[in-house]
């Protein structure tokens, strides 16, 4: 059992930079992969970007791959994602999702712990 609870979405210009931020409480963090996710309305929900629990291998979607970066810092039980030259095609609701032992992971139901999300919102 545990809480995940993402923060750092807003409103940016192409072209600009955000990092979000997952915070976890409530489980061992260290012993987790973590992934990010993202939906919008109507659409099915995309995977962007997982790490393994060791924190050693990253993974990233095509879409986002050299822009985005994944990273996991134990000491504070977060996770972040760095996001950088963003585009109208990035808005989304991202949300960040946790896996007991996770190597990879880019389908939505390896995943049972799930934080509510955090808008982004890329204009032209």
């Known amino acids: 059992q545990g809480q995940l609870v993402e923060s750092g979405g807003g409103l940016v210009q192409t072209g600009d930079s955000l990092r979000l931020s997952c915070a976890a409480s409530g489980l061992t963090f260290y012993q987790y992969g973590m992934g990010w996710f993202r939906q919008v309305p109507g659409k099915e929900r995309e995977f962007v970007a997982a790490?393994?629990?060791?924190?050693?291998?990253?993974y990233y979607a095509d879409s986002v791959k050299g822009r985005f970066t994944i990273s996991k810092e134990n000491a504070k039980n977060t996770v972040y994602l760095q996001m950088n030259s963003l585009t109208p095609d990035d808005t989304a609701v991202y949300s960040c999702?946790?896996?007991?032992?996770?190597?990879?992971?880019?389908?939505?139901?390896?995943?049972?712990?799930w934080g509510q999300g955090t808008q982004v919102t890329v204009s032209s």
């Open positions: 790490i393994d629990w060791t924190g050693d291998n990253t």
């Open positions: 999702a946790a896996r007991l032992y996770g190597i990879g992971g880019s389908t939505p139901t390896d995943y049972d712990r």
